[in-house]
């Protein structure tokens, strides 16, 4: 009988808690989803991500662990206790996104911004379970289903929310649709507390009006999250925003003054128009001049089809394969009208064929053979991006070029970067390629450096700079001009101490992320 009688009192306890349970399914999953979304803010506005992902984690851990603490101060008005908790974070968390923004443009200290947001949410979040197990202990039923129930399902909410911001939420929504849909579904779990549970809490009328009104704030949020993404980056952007858009892989934005028309990707600038012929002249013109051959090309990144446009004017090109990750920005660029007057619709050739895959893994699967290859990636930012300008990189690279073929990549500036720029030629090197440096003036980007490398021992002049031409229209190079691209003043040459970069011991974002910090 007693264990009949303890099974009802079960039964019972999971009647009664229940609506908790999911509550606990919901608070866990956003919790995740606000240490998501301040670390990603932090990189795209920052860069450095393993900087930003480490801080974020281990304060919002520390914190939570202080709200843990500092929940057993909490000795009375349990249920109300919880619902206030809830009503804050939703507000703290929902508008997250836009705090950091708006102080990152309007204040000095911004990671003291930063870091207040996230001890702030993490000291909310921290106390949450410990309450809710308090109440639950509180009751005179046998509840140990319960009470580890709540536990089970806090991991799984986090795990929810952990694959859904980035799969789902920040594809689809971006940074500030997102935040404030966190903190609708913060407000809606408080919602369900004040409303299940009201006669058990003291002043409940005041805490549903509040939570009414965060509902309606957020669902407001949501609706003109693109108006405030739009208000947003036109402070972060000198020019007007004339195309926006959160892909799965990054923010495109293109802005525009009078003929002025450049490219961001996660706010790094990727070409001006008034000035990009320079860079994609130099980028394709001189691996064509020393390779022996054309009728293949391979394209790693380029998908604003702007280096295609320049490899097009070799009528011996038979094909060109561009490899994009992002078929959002190589169908923007084909079929925008702004992007399309500068590649000259290179990307409809019929020569181009485009590919929207990782660069790796595509010359992983790939048994094609190139006779040039042109890396026009963006520059080694984050760990994504580091691998492909890796030793084991080059290697596939190597892999795929004919006995006489020819690869070249851009290679960040070798006067703001210098570091950078002679790790990736030191990493090319050791690959055994035979690999030769040039830079030129780009007035968007200022000086910047490329690395043509081969197989094959590269054609030398006298002066140690190869003795090539140029067989094509261009706006910039000429036979007379392409020598000095090959020239290095002293505060551009090779530091003694510069290493490799490796799988194993990504130096080259150490390099990059050196120069970022110097440069301001």
Request: glycine share 8%; aromatic share 10%.
């Amino acid at each position: 009988m007693a264990s009949r009688d303890t099974n009802a009192g079960d039964e019972e306890g999971l009647l009664e808690y229940r609506p908790l349970l999911f509550v606990v399914l919901i608070i866990s999953g956003c919790s995740m989803c606000y240490e998501l979304i301040i670390s990603a803010v932090s990189t795209y506005l920052l860069g450095n991500s393993v900087l930003q992902y480490s801080v974020t984690i281990g304060l919002y851990m520390a914190a939570m662990g202080l709200g843990a603490y500092l929940s057993k101060f909490v000795t009375n008005r349990l249920f109300r206790r919880f619902a206030q908790i809830e009503l804050g974070v939703g507000l703290l968390g929902g508008t997250s996104s836009l705090l950091l923004f708006v102080s990152y443009l309007h204040l000095t200290g911004y990671r003291a911004v930063m870091y207040a947001e996230v001890i702030l949410i993490g000291v909310l979040v921290g106390a949450e379970i410990p309450i809710l197990t308090r109440i639950v202990e509180e009751d005179q039923r046998q509840l140990r289903l319960t009470l580890s129930s709540i536990f089970s399902i806090d991991y799984v909410g986090g795990l929810i929310g952990s694959i859904a911001f980035p799969l789902l939420l920040l594809p689809q929504l971006g940074f500030f649709a997102t935040s404030f849909l966190c903190g609708l579904v913060n407000a809606i779990a408080a919602s369900i507390v004040l409303w299940r549970y009201g006669r058990r809490i003291e002043g409940v009328g005041t805490l549903r009006t509040m939570a009414v009104c965060l509902m309606v704030a957020m669902t407001a949020g949501i609706v003109a999250s693109e108006n405030v993404a739009n208000m947003v980056e036109g402070g972060l952007y000198r020019d007007t925003v004339i195309y926006s858009e959160q892909t799965a892989y990054q923010r495109i934005v293109l802005t525009r003054r009078d003929d002025d028309v450049r490219l961001f990707l996660d706010g790094n600038i990727q070409f001006c128009s008034r000035d990009e012929y320079r860079y994609h002249e130099a980028l394709v013109h001189v691996p064509m001049a020393l390779a022996t051959g054309h009728e293949h090309v391979l394209v790693l990144g380029g998908g604003d089809g702007l280096a295609a446009r320049e490899i097009l004017k070799y009528p011996d090109v038979r094909d060109i394969t561009i490899v994009d990750i992002d078929p959002q920005m190589t169908r923007l660029c084909a079929s925008n009208e702004v992007i399309r007057a500068l590649n000259g619709g290179s990307l409809d050739d019929d020569r181009v064929r485009v590919r929207n895959e990782d660069a790796k893994r595509f010359l992983q699967q790939s048994d094609a053979v190139y006779d040039m290859i042109v890396i026009d990636l963006p520059d080694p930012n984050n760990e994504s991006l580091n691998q492909l300008y890796t030793s084991a990189f080059y290697r596939l690279v190597g892999n795929h070029l004919s006995d006489e073929g020819v690869f070249v990549t851009q290679s960040t500036s070798p006067y703001f970067a210098r570091e950078a720029f002679w790790c990736i030629n030191k990493t090319i090197a050791a690959e055994g390629f035979d690999v030769v440096p040039y830079h030129l003036q780009v007035p968007s980007f200022g000086d910047w450096g490329f690395n043509v490398a081969s197989r094959r021992k590269l054609t030398l002049g006298a002066d140690g700079t190869p003795d090539i031409g140029v067989g094509v229209a261009t706006s910039y190079l000429t036979n007379e001009n392409i020598s000095a691209l090959f020239e290095f003043g002293k505060d551009e040459a090779l530091p003694s101490d510069v290493l490799t970069n490796t799988m194993n011991r990504p130096v080259l974002i150490e390099y990059y992320d050196k120069a970022l910090v110097s440069w301001g």
